[in-house]
């Protein structure tokens, strides 16, 4: 049984940083595509950044330059700096066998196999 696991999450002051690992296991799967999503209190989920590609496309536009995405394996990380408080939200992590042609493909089928997620809170 697929397991992906999330951790770092946690209360930061605006400005700070956070480090959010996540692993999967529990399955010979090749996971080809890995990310990162995020869910606000009363808002839509939305894609925060992901690796879909033989090429490491990595899908980020809202949080470029702030926020970077990294892969060991069946390990994928996000590294958060300059938080700001709209950046609060439950974060999980995502997992799919395929590669997407896009990021558009991405947001349109989704991945597959999902965390549990953490909370990240940035206090105004």
Do not use: H
């Not at 926020?67 to 994928?76: E, L, P, Q």
């Not at 439950?90 to 997407?100: G, K, L, N, R, T």
């Amino acid at each position: 049984q697929v397991q992906l696991v999330e951790s770092g999450g946690g209360l930061v002051q605006a400005g700070g940083s956070l480090r959010l690992s996540c692993t999967a296991s529990g399955s010979s799967i090749s996971f080809n595509s890995m990310g990162w999503y995020r869910q606000a209190p009363g808002e839509q989920r939305e894609l925060v950044a992901a690796f879909i590609s033989l090429s490491g496309t990595k899908c980020a536009d809202s949080v470029k330059g702030r926020f970077t995405i990294s892969r060991d394996k069946n390990t994928v990380y996000l590294q958060m700096n300059n938080l700001k408080p709209e950046d609060t939200a439950v974060y999980s992590c995502a997992a799919d066998p395929q590669y997407f042609s896009d990021c558009e493909a991405l947001r349109y089928y989704g991945m597959d196999y999902w965390g549990k997620g953490t909370l990240v809170s940035v206090p105004s």
